[in-house]
């Protein structure tokens, strides 16, 4: 799924900050071989931000993405794909919904700021 953002390979390894981040993420980018069992890490100097457009598929209203269905590259996912960052995309999504059915409103169109204080309520983690 396309989202309104595509966390990409460079925004992994560059350690990219975004205005809308829903969480800090920290793994290498851990690509598995088809062949031979082997693997290539790269790895990011510091941490990276997952932006919440990341959560918005394009052109499907009151939808969002989570876990292994978060938009980035093949290269990104190959970071993003673990647990850790898969559940903080999780929390993300249920605390976007929640607010969006709060407000009556469509995930897109909720204010980043109450999705993000709201997060760091429950103890995420952001770069400040």
Known sequence: IMGE???TR??????HRFNDAICAASYPIDLHHPVGGDCTLEWCDDCYDIPYRC???KGIEGLLLAG????TTHEA???????????A???AAGKAAQIAVKENKM???IDIHTLQESLRQE???FRD
């Open 77 to 87: 996912m190959a970071s993003t794909r673990v647990m850790s960052i898969c559940m």
């Open 55 to 57: 959560l918005l598929p």
């Open 123 to 125: 103890g995420v983690y």
């Open 68 to 71: 292994r269905c978060i938009s």
């Open 107 to 109: 995930p897109r169109e």
């Open 89 to 91: 995309t999780g929390e």
């Open 5 to 7: 953002s595509v966390l």
């Open 10 to 15: 460079e925004d992994v390894l560059q350690g």
